[in-house]
């Protein structure tokens, strides 16, 4: 299973940008999917994720309101959508594929990751 992330760049405080995730040699079909993010020094952290049919997702306190995923399963694809963005927002974000079918919030939970790909956010 190869997962692909894109989406990254630079925004200035307040803006949006959509993350995409395709998955490559594999499926999404029958698993939960998720984002996190690692910003410099600190630990990965739990961003969002959705259930396998997109009836369940979850979301981090710090990102509840402002950020949305959603799945495409005949692209293959799990997207977030993230808007009024802020400087904490500044990490890399990476998706995972879990290893069953829930919303979970938790690393170990997710067996295959993608490479990353970086968001900055100005002040």
């Known amino acids: 299973v190869q997962l692909q992330a894109s989406g990254g760049g630079m925004v200035q405080t307040g803006g949006s940008l959509r993350l995409s995730c395709r998955v490559r040699?594999?499926?999404?079909?029958?698993?939960?999917m998720g984002w996190f993010r690692q910003a410099p020094g600190k630990e990965r952290e739990f961003v969002s994720a959705?259930?396998?049919?997109?009836?369940?997702?979850n979301y981090a306190d710090s990102v509840k309101g402002r950020f949305t995923i959603s799945r495409d399963v005949d692209r293959n694809t799990v997207d977030l959508q993230m808007n009024s963005l802020e400087p904490e927002d500044t990490a890399v974000y990476y998706c995972a594929r879990g290893v069953s079918f829930g919303a979970s919030s938790t690393r170990s939970q997710y067996a295959y990751w993608g490479q990353g790909t970086l968001v900055t956010v100005s002040s």
């Open positions: 040699r594999g499926t999404l079909k029958g698993y939960g």
């Open positions: 959705i259930s396998r049919l997109g009836s369940n997702t």
